[in-house]
């Protein structure tokens, strides 16, 4: 049954959360998931964002400022690259060896969590800058 919320506030009535969860969350959330099978992802233009009907890396507006955009990427990509070698340093240090892979897998270690999200960004970012194909 449905209360207004200041009575239920006022009153300290128990909330049903299995109603809750049935009724207002499941439905919803079933009738999007049929909704998403139409869903398409598509390349947006790395200038301006705009969505792309091909797999260009940019649209016509900003074709102008290729140069410029792609040195822009290709800088980010190097300031993962280095920020990346510097975790795996850090890492190499903690287990006493700098002349071998990183075997570490503590899920516990602050630094494995940021050298792993470090990796999963400079392949995404590898995967953007080779859309200019140069």
């Known amino acids: 049954m449905k209360q207004d919320p200041l009575y239920v506030l006022e009153n300290s009535v128990p909330i049903d959360a299995q109603y809750y969860l049935q009724q207002q969350l499941s439905k919803p959330l079933l009738r999007s998931g049929g909704l998403m099978a139409f869903a398409q992802k598509r390349n947006t233009c790395i200038g301006c964002r705009a969505v792309l009907k091909t797999d260009a890396a940019l649209c016509d507006f900003c074709k102008k400022r290729e140069s410029e955009l792609y040195q822009r990427e290709v800088a980010y990509l190097n300031h993962l690259e280095e ?9 190499q240090r903690s287990q006493g060896s700098l002349h071998e892979a990183v075997l570490c897998t503590s899920r516990d270690c602050p630094i494995f969590f940021m050298r792993k999200k470090v990796q999963k960004d400079l392949e995404d970012q590898q995967k953007l800058v080779s859309r200019f194909g140069w």
Request: with cysteine.
């Open 83 to 91: 920020r990346f070698s510097r975790l795996w340093t850090e890492c």
